[in-house]
């Protein structure tokens, strides 16, 4: 979100009286610009979490907040499941005194860099004729919506069977379906797969474009009697 729009939602937050989550899990992974700053303030929690830049099996994260907010969140986690795994905390509290947290963080963005590149530049050579994605500068996915009438769901298949796969934007959304949205990850393939992964979309996609504008085609046009 761009500092207006950030500053513009923290003021409609106070105005409402309500607390604002802010889900950051991502903000770490930057690849280009500079850091954006969290939306911390009295009328935020800002949750993140050490999954996307550790190891998703380290399921540890963190939350900051007002204190009362912090307090009945943990009573809540009490009730649900006693504790967060001690052992995986104390590992990692291990692997970041170390040092060596950092330095691997530092090479996961010099990775995810190159995918992101990759996905991008796939995305421009092998989508069909107006499909749109966006470009992000960090983080592991992009967002991809096709050109109509093409729906993501109905070709959804036909990619998995050639081992492709994405999330169907419905998976997303509340109240306004997007059929020709999907998302795309591309955090844990190599460039190369995903490149050729990108290629096979793009083969599948363009060919069903080109079968409904033959199918459009063939239909009689109407005539004024």
């Known amino acids: 979100m761009s500092p207006q729009?950030?500053?513009t939602l923290l003021q409609r937050v106070r105005a409402?009286?309500?607390?604002?989550?802010?889900?950051d899990t991502y903000?770490?992974?930057?690849?280009?610009?500079?850091?954006?700053?969290?939306?911390?303030?009295?009328?935020?929690?800002?949750?993140?979490?050490?999954?996307k830049?550790?190891?998703?099996?380290?399921?540890?994260?963190?939350?900051?907040?007002?204190?009362?907010?912090?307090a009945s969140m943990t009573e809540a986690k009490q009730l649900s499941d006693l504790h967060s795994d001690q052992l995986s905390q104390a590992v990692l509290l291990r692997f970041a005194e170390s040092g060596r947290l950092e330095a691997h963080r530092q090479l996961t963005l010099k990775s995810g860099a190159e995918k992101?590149?990759?996905?991008?530049?796939?995305?421009?050579r092998?989508?069909?004729?107006g499909s749109s994605f966006t470009r992000p500068q960090g983080g592991m996915n992009l967002w991809i919506r096709l050109p109509q009438p093409l729906d993501a769901g109905d070709l959804l298949a036909r990619a998995q069977r050639e081992n492709v796969t994405y999330l169907l934007s419905r998976?997303?959304?509340?109240?306004?379906?997007?059929?020709?949205?999907?998302?795309?990850?591309?955090?844990?393939?190599?460039?190369?797969?995903?490149?050729?992964?990108?290629?096979?979309?793009g083969e599948i996609f363009s060919a069903e474009l080109e079968r409904t504008q033959e199918a459009r085609s063939l239909e009689p046009a109407q005539a004024m009697v």
């Open 5 to 7: 729009a950030r500053t």
């Open 16 to 23: 409402a009286g309500v607390v604002l989550i802010e889900n």
């Open 27 to 51: 903000g770490e992974l930057r690849y280009q610009g500079g850091e954006i700053p969290a939306m911390k303030s009295e009328d935020t929690i800002l949750l993140r979490s050490f999954s």
């Open 53 to 70: 830049i550790a190891f998703p099996g380290l399921r540890v994260g963190w939350a900051i907040g007002p204190q009362a907010v912090i």
């Open 116 to 124: 992101l590149k990759a996905v991008l530049s796939a995305c421009e």
């Open 126 to 129: 092998c989508l069909p004729a």
């Open 171 to 201: 998976y997303f959304t509340v109240s306004r379906p997007d059929p020709g949205g999907l998302r795309l990850s591309f955090a844990g393939l190599a460039p190369e797969k995903i490149r050729a992964g990108v290629s096979i979309l």
